[in-house]
């Protein structure tokens, strides 16, 4: 690498080079922006990075990444890097520029994912040089620029269930403080503990996008109480995306919480004017998902943009899926 050319991190990376490359790229996304970078590191339950490369004073790539991990001696099997929509770049070399450097600040972890927020299909090479592998996994990309054609795209038994809930007197609104922002915390523990049974960011996240922005969350009211709700980061312009959902269904059956917690996010950015609206995932297509059976009724596009997988502690990786085989039975 050449005098004109270095690698920088965090906050050494020029806000606006950055800009001008999140503008100049066609793989634009909230979780590879500045933006989203500097709200997600505002919760300290995950440790949250920038690596760049610059070409002079031009940002070549740049990668914001996640390294998660459980408490205690879990965190001996769990602790990954994780990618979200996936690197931001002008060039195949710059790509493979910094997924190479990217390696040497992530050595302690069991693998590396990077969850695709467009289709890689014309960098498989660069990928696979390097030693990642392809998995297929399914996603939902709903178009939201104009809300009388998004509704239409609706499934019919979908738009019923919007209807009846809407006749029960149930609203969608951001949260009016801190105290409906827990309560909906609160439903999401309980499903992650009863039914997902994977790790749940601490409070302290939501919170942080409240205090941020209140509108990347988005209530189920009925009766005044919170019987639902999503986390849904947003880029203005560019997309905003299912972070993380909850509903009182069973409680509250006539008023589908969690199906009026997504479509309140979708109508949101459509009243935003923000283009899409991203499910963030639908599971491997050769697997059964259940969820997305429910993501596929509200008329988003589906895509097969897949994940790229890089395991670099094979032993403990194994170790480590059949432990979580094994607790979610």
């Known amino acids: 690498m050449s005098q004109e050319q270095r690698i920088v991190h965090n906050d050494e990376i020029p806000v606006e080079a950055w800009n001008k490359l999140l503008k100049s790229t066609k793989h634009t996304s ?20 920038a690596l760049g490369y610059m070409n002079n004073d031009e940002l070549m790539a740049v990668v914001v990444y996640v390294i998660q991990k459980e408490s205690g001696i879990k965190s001996f099997l769990s602790k990954r890097c994780i990618i979200f929509s996936g690197p931001l770049f002008n060039d195949d070399n710059a790509l493979r520029v910094v997924l190479i450097h990217l390696e040497q600040f992530v050595s302690g972890c069991v693998y590396m994912e990077i969850r695709n927020g467009y289709s890689t299909e014309p960098y498989h090479l660069v990928y696979r040089a390097l030693g990642w592998k392809y998995l297929p996994w399914l996603n939902f990309i709903v178009n939201t620029s104009d809300s009388e054609s998004m509704l239409k795209r609706v499934s019919e038994s979908r738009r019923r269930q919007l209807k009846k ?10 949260p009016k403080d801190e105290s409906e922002v827990l309560e909906f915390y609160r439903i999401l523990v309980h499903l992650y503990q009863t039914k997902i ?23 189920v009211y009925h009766q005044d109480k919170v019987i639902g709700g999503i986390l849904c980061p947003f880029l203005e312009g560019v ?8 509903g009182l269904d069973q409680e509250y059956r006539d008023c589908y919480p969690s199906a009026m917690a997504t479509y309140g996010a979708m ?29 596929s009724r509200f008329g988003g596009e589906q895509v097969e943009w897949g994940r790229w997988l890089k395991v670099r502690k094979k032993a403990i990786y194994q170790l480590g899926k059949w432990y979580i085989q094994r607790r979610s039975k």
């Not at 909230?30 to 990075?49: C, E, I, N, P, T």
């Not at 006749?167 to 951001?174: A, F, L, S």
């Not at 996240?205 to 209530?219: G, K, N």
Request: charged content about 25%.
């Open 30 to 49: 909230y979780f590879q922006s500045h933006k989203g970078f500097d709200q997600l590191r505002k919760y300290h339950g995950w440790k949250v990075a």
């Open 165 to 174: 809930a809407d006749k029960m007197g149930v609203i969608m609104d951001n």
């Open 197 to 219: 049974k994977k790790p749940l960011p601490t409070y302290e996240m939501f919170m942080a996008y409240f205090l941020q922005d209140p509108r990347s969350i988005v209530l």
């Open 239 to 246: 997309g905003m995306y299912e972070f993380y959902i909850a």
């Open 267 to 295: 109508k949101q950015a459509c009243e935003m004017n923000i283009p899409i609206f991203d499910f963030m995932g639908g599971g491997s297509p050769d697997e059964g998902y259940g969820v997305r059976e429910f993501k």
